[in-house]
């Protein structure tokens, strides 16, 4: 059985100086989980998240409701 490895990418919008995060999406279909980790350190931890707490997570910013 192969095991598939995570292709880690950054937001478009990530022009920031380095304070980003990047996820490897193509996971959730096979494993049901979205790994998290900080660009500035790839070899570091990585979170893992459920598919579905993400595409969560994803809806509330786009609709701004994590404002203070």
Do not use: Q
């Not at 500035?40 to 998240?49: I, M, R």
């Not at 969560?56 to 203070?68: G, I, N, P, R, Y």
């Amino acid at each position: 059985m192969k095991t598939e490895s995570p292709r880690w990418f950054k937001s478009s919008y990530s022009d920031n100086g380095g304070a980003c995060v990047e996820i490897a999406a193509n996971l959730a279909a096979s494993r049901g989980t979205v790994p998290v980790r900080d660009s500035k350190n790839p070899g570091g931890p990585v979170l893992d998240f459920s598919a579905d707490a993400f595409a969560s997570f994803v809806e509330c910013v786009k609709t701004d409701e994590l404002s203070a």
